[in-house]
């Protein structure tokens, strides 16, 4: 069974910091690539970050140049650096990640932790 575990959400005023970080475990034969999502209420789920196994990365426009997504295979983990945070950044991010596991390759979720951004 793979689990994806986010931390690191809260609440912060607007132009600080936060980390994000999502551990993988369970049988995981290999990581491709690994993502942040997030849902704002009464909006729809959409990416805000994306990094492949070979550590290539894609945005969102409203983040570029703001956050930035890394990852440590060594600990099939992946972080997100939010900088210059906005209140339009609240919302629930959610970790995504794309794991070979036993029975094949498929999409795995965390379970959302909530970022607020608020004076």
């Known amino acids: 069974q793979v689990q994806l575990v986010e931390s690191g959400g809260g609440l912060v005023q607007p132009g600080g910091s936060l980390k994000l970080s999502c551990a993988a475990s369970g049988s995981i034969f290999s990581i491709n690539s690994m993502g942040w999502y997030r849902q704002a209420p009464g909006k729809q789920r959409q990416l805000v970050a994306l990094i492949t196994s070979g550590d290539n990365t894609n945005y969102a426009d409203s983040v570029k140049g703001r956050f930035t997504i890394s990852r440590d295979n060594a600990k099939n983990t992946a972080y997100l650096q939010m900088n210059t945070l906005k209140p339009e950044d609240t919302a629930v991010y959610y970790c995504?990640?794309?794991?070979?596991?036993?029975?094949?390759?498929?999409?795995?979720w965390g379970q959302g932790t909530q970022v607020t951004v608020s004076s």
């Open positions: 995504w990640a794309w794991i070979r596991d036993y029975s094949g390759t498929k999409n795995y």
